[in-house]
């Protein structure tokens, strides 16, 4: 073999194996750049979920419907809408006759605050649309505690002697009555938030929306 002719099949060899590191190097290259893409992909789908909301958290916004005829006479129970405690009452008549004793004392007895505002159709004694049920978002409108029941009238502590039943505020001794109207000189500032609502049918009650047009 000539010289030329092994300096040429020795180029050539060096030309196939760079030829084939550069092959390799691409196609090494090519599945890193290709797990990367899956791996932030998978870092990717995480994230963007976080953004999608819960059942949970579709459902909070939704009216929620209540059979008002299960709720015995002069018990409360409690719904939540929207992440809130919702009270309905089943006022019996003689907790109704001390709405129109009591109002004197209130701060606001008709309801005309604006900072927590009362739909029309609850800007009345009973604030409600029925006289016997209240439905009215069970939060103190000072620092956002559950005020608790204290139906019971008369002396007892934390209260006044001549208190006519309704809730008391223990965190800060706000105190509202049947109605959810706030007492004169308490840390509350407004009565209790009444949330939309209306009457499906004579006993079925849906919170969270107004009545139809």
């Not at 797990?35 to 009216?63: D, I």
């Not at 604006?114 to 006289?131: D, F, L, M, Q």
């Not at 620092?143 to 008391?168: E, I, M, N, R, Y």
Request: with cysteine.
């Amino acid at each position: 073999m000539s010289e030329a002719t092994a300096n040429s099949g020795q180029a050539a060899g060096a030309d196939n194996g760079k030829g084939a590191v550069d092959g390799s190097r691409r196609t090494w290259l090519i599945t890193s750049c290709a797990m990367g893409g899956v791996g932030a992909a998978a870092v990717a789908v995480p994230f963007v979920s976080s953004f999608q909301p819960s059942e949970r958290a579709r459902a909070a916004g939704a009216a929620v419907q209540v059979d008002v005829s299960n709720i015995p006479l002069g018990e409360k129970i409690v719904v939540e809408w929207r992440g809130k405690p919702v009270w309905i009452f089943h006022r019996s008549p003689e907790q109704l006759a001390t709405l129109e004793k009591d109002e004197a004392q209130l701060a606001d007895p008709n309801s005309q605050r604006t900072n927590v505002p009362t739909p029309e159709y609850a800007k009345n004694r009973y604030r409600s649309i029925k006289p016997e049920y209240l439905v009215a978002i069970g939060i103190c409108t000072h620092l956002g505690c559950s005020p608790g029941d204290k139906f019971t009238p008369g002396p007892q502590p934390s209260l006044p002697d001549t208190w006519p039943g309704g809730f008391l505020c223990a965190c800060h001794g706000s105190t509202f009555d049947m109605a959810g109207r706030v007492f004169q000189n308490k840390p509350a500032p407004d009565n209790l938030e009444i949330p939309p609502h209306y009457y499906a049918s004579e006993t079925v009650l849906v919170v969270g929306e107004d009545k139809p047009a």
